[in-house]
């Protein structure tokens, strides 16, 4: 088993849907939590770090659910430049930050 | 965006050879690291480094060494390039006291 582990998709949706990831992890001592954005041939780009009481930016809302072990992305209104690549980050302590495959987003007209 | 600036772009080059990549930051950031990125593996940890000649070992580092001679430079040498090393490499830096990565903006390398 993978120690994070996110649901490649792709994911289809219309403009203004909302849309949900989830990312899960193994290691309960996992302690810090992000998403990142990749667009395509491009590097990774922090979207937001994610927070034990959940977080809010803008159309992004991140959630942290340390019971089961996963961290979830919901995006609302979704656009046409939401289409992308989101990665989950792990940081198990120290240096070691797990990042889970990613999961693709196409957003359509 | 973090100033980070990775060279070469993509390199192209055949089994055997050496091949070394270079890292540059002007953040004056403590951490570094190398990454590679493979379709369906996400992002690996290769090597890391947590000051000026400190480095350590990721997840995959078999293959590669790293250097880092000045806080800015870190540097990752493949010492005999072999077919599955084709990959995209990410550096990224990290602050003291934060986890969060920034990444430059890669390398593309084919190995023949």
């Known amino acids: 088993r993978k120690e994070v582990e996110q649901d490649p998709g792709p994911f289809n949706v219309p403009e203004g849907a909302t849309v949900a990831f989830n990312c899960t992890y193994s290691?309960?001592?996992?302690?810090?939590f992000f998403w990142y954005r990749q667009d395509c041939r491009k590097e990774p780009k922090l979207l937001m770090s994610?927070?034990?009481s959940g977080n809010e930016d803008g159309r992004f809302t991140a959630q942290l659910n340390r019971a089961s072990q996963y961290i979830s992305l919901l995006i609302r209104d979704s656009k046409l430049s939401d289409s992308a690549t989101y990665l989950c980050?792990?940081?198990?302590?120290?240096?070691?930050?797990?990042f889970g495959a990613g999961t693709r987003l196409f957003v359509k007209a | 965006d973090a100033g980070i600036t990775q060279s070469p772009r993509h390199k192209v080059t055949e089994t055997g050879t050496p091949v070394t990549l270079r890292c540059h930051q002007t953040?004056?950031?403590?951490?570094m690291y190398w990454y590679r990125q493979d379709p369906g593996h996400g992002l690996r940890l290769i090597h890391y480094?947590?000051?000026?000649?400190?480095?350590d070992k990721g997840e995959v580092s078999d293959g590669y060494s790293v250097s880092r001679s000045k806080t800015e430079d870190f540097l990752l040498t493949l010492e005999s390039a072999t077919s599955s090393q084709t990959s995209v490499y990410f550096c990224?830096?990290?602050?003291?006291?934060?986890?969060?990565?920034?990444f430059g903006p890669g390398t593309r390398l084919l190995v023949l």
């Open positions: 980050a792990v940081n198990t302590g120290g240096f070691k930050t797990i």
């Open positions: 290691n309960s001592a996992s302690q810090s």
């Open positions: 480094s947590y000051g000026v000649k400190d480095t």
């Open positions: 990224a830096i990290s602050d003291f006291g934060s986890e969060t990565q920034y």
């Open positions: 953040e004056n950031h403590r951490y």
């Open positions: 994610v927070y034990s």
